[in-house]
């Protein structure tokens, strides 16, 4: 048996290294990617009124925002171990263009100066524009099509914490113009006009002697940790307190705006104020609108194709019950306007609810010996109530073109844009689980997430271009010594192509 001699090794740790931190980062790693995308520099102007003209030099801003990129770019999520791990990490030192003899700010500095100076600021919000702007430049965004979703983030707080609170139900956005329409259709056929809608009431007050119109209210579970958290519970998930991020992004996943909530807000009721933000800037280069199950309402649908927009949403169950007949089964008689039953019997107009809801009624003598009355209804008086919103024509609207090729093209992007983008950050970026508590801070963090998402995005995807000689519009030159260098790259590639075909393809001689 011939044994192999084994050696040892002997570690060296005052070896002298006689390099650059520049020659120590390789040349493909993430934070150079990150820096050659975008200069970040513009901070420093957007933060210049946040610092006084007299006292010791600060801690440059560039630094403690390039902190916060680290921190969630690379997901390590706990601000205090960014600190620490940027005194060892020769790379993520390059990055803050920081020298191995210079000290890396710690996590008080960091936190004193984001409290005092960054936290009532707009400097993040900034960020994420510029970041988003860049990435615009680049050619990377597309919003031909938009997609909206809303996703929960768990808060920092106790769930058995809690006490009972009372709260006024929220007037929706649209309130004013619903009651206008429904009062509009009273009118024509000579019914009361309403003052108030669901969940409003009339109460007189003594001091001015008027009627006011009062909020109906309704108890919720508020957290005694963090009471701007929205006691959340939905299927089988988990009953807690989280934020809802309400959010949009283009085909290529980058976000484009957001908006947070507290976890009881439904998505479709904080859909209005996401959408205000895309359309205030970018309206003009959206055409498709694709929204889940949960925002196929009335209203959303309304909103949608009053801006000539095309909704993309999918099939939603009805909500009858189970062996009744569907909606769909009832035809519409636009002349008379009457809806007619499987049994060829007219269910006749009656009354606008303060829902919205135009109620069309059958007749009670004909429907107690219908032979279809078990499949129509269980009611006791034999009668078969028909509802229809008054805007309900626009949800039939989005129901058919759900039927066109377009849809069936652009709705499947959901899952590869975002619904990736919720599984991306919450995995890689701490949009699970949040650290800090209140509404305002968890906007601001969620902000920073999603700017480190597309930022990191648009890194990869700038990186990659160059890596192939595919050259940026950023750079598209308008001199003609530039454009003849761009024709001869043009060559170049073609040349490379014309190889590559040439002396790679398999010949089926």
Known sequence: VIKMAMTK???KNDSMILRTIEELVPEDHLVRKLDECIDLHFIEDEVEDLYSSIGRPSIPPIVLFKLIIINKVFGINSMRRTCEECKVNIAYRWYLGISMEDKVPNYSTWSQN?????????IFEVIFKKILKQAIEYGFVDMEAVFYDGTHQKADANKRKVEDAVVEIEAKYYRDELLKEVNEIRKEHRQKEIKTLVN??????EKTGEEEIVRKTKHIKKSLIDSESGHYHK????????????TCCDKNGFVIAHVTTP????????????????MEEYSDKIKYESLDAGYKTPAICREIVKDDKIPLMPYKRPMTGKGLFKKYEFKYDEEKDVYICPNNEELKYG???????????SDPKKCINCPLKDKCTKSKNNQKSFTVHVWGSYVDYAEEIRHTDIWKEIYPLRKETIERIFGDCKEGHGLRFTRVRGLRKNEINATIIFACHNLKKMAIWNHRNKKKGYISPLNIPNTSKNICNLLKNLKFRLKKAVYHFRYTTLSTV
Do not use: M, P, W
């Open 9 to 11: 090794q002997k570690y």
């Open 114 to 122: 984001y409290i005092r100076r960054y936290k009532e600021s707009d």
């Open 200 to 205: 409003e009431e009339l109460v007189f007050n």
């Open 235 to 246: 299927g089988e998930h988990e009953q807690c307190f989280a934020y809802t991020h309400n």
């Open 263 to 278: 976890g009881n807000i439904h998505d479709s009721s904080s859909f209005k104020e996401v959408r205000d933000k895309v």
């Open 351 to 361: 009354i606008v609810d303060k829902n919205g809801y135009k109620i069309y009624k």
